[in-house]
């Protein structure tokens, strides 16, 4: 099965700052990836599909990149609602979670 | 706009089986292209895919938990259930269901539901 690595596990940042998290795959996935943010409480929220492709009345400062193994989410100007947990997400072979990613105020 | 919302019991004993059911409203659960899927968060951990089925009645389970999930559809109802056989303190969980747009990702999520193993 495809394990998903994603780097770091807890990221501290300002309102404002540019975030980037990455994600990596044991075995080529080409883009088949996705992103979602979690909220305590709450279900995950999809955001990217497709590595690169913005989910409807998701903020256009979330953005994705990436193919094969290595996936980047970058969210330009970090906004307070934006400190949550972010999880990718492989579809090319059934599907494996990151291990998430806690963005934390500093 | 779709809607799922999970439902069943909340304490198991050990070694009984765990039920829960996701009633599907605003949308058909026979809809081409979807499948319908269950997935847990343990407290404070990260999320674990433990199967789908699609409207046929076709499923497949994660590996690690094969020998003791089933999950069924019922399209009279519209809603799809699992059963999670034989369970200890490790499967203490929020269980959510959700839809696989294109059996890709998940575009819509119920809200979760916790179910605590214990005696």
């Known amino acids: 099965d495809i394990q998903m690595t994603q780097s770091p596990s807890t990221l501290s940042a300002s309102v404002g700052d540019r975030v980037t998290i990455t994600c990596r795959a044991s075995q080529s996935i080409s883009s088949w990836l996705a992103w979602y943010q979690q909220k305590p409480g709450k279900a995950p929220n999809l955001l990217i599909y497709k590595a690169s492709s913005l989910e409807s009345g998701v903020p256009s400062r979330f953005s994705g990149s990436g193919s094969g193994t290595d996936f980047t989410l970058t969210i330009n100007s970090l906004q307070p609602d934006d400190y949550a947990t972010y999880y990718c997400q492989q579809y090319n072979s059934y599907w494996t979670f990151g291990q998430g990613t806690k963005v934390e105020i500093k | 706009q779709l809607q799922l919302q999970e439902s069943g019991s909340g304490l198991v004993t050990p070694s009984q089986t765990l039920s829960l059911t996701c009633a599907v409203s605003?949308?058909?659960?026979?809809?081409?292209?979807?499948?319908w899927s269950w997935i847990r968060q343990p407290p404070g951990e990260g999320l674990e895919w433990i199967g789908y089925?699609?409207?046929?009645?076709?499923?497949y389970y994660n590996p690690s938990l094969n020998s003791r999930v089933s999950i069924s559809v019922d399209k009279s109802k519209n809603q799809f259930s699992l059963k999670l056989r034989s369970v200890t303190a490790a499967d203490t969980a929020v269980y959510y269901c959700a839809r696989a747009r294109e059996q890709a990702y998940f575009d819509y999520w119920g809200r979760g539901s916790l179910v605590t193993v214990s005696s």
């Open positions: 089925i699609y409207h046929s009645g076709s499923t």
């Open positions: 605003g949308g058909s659960i026979s809809s081409g292209g979807s499948s």
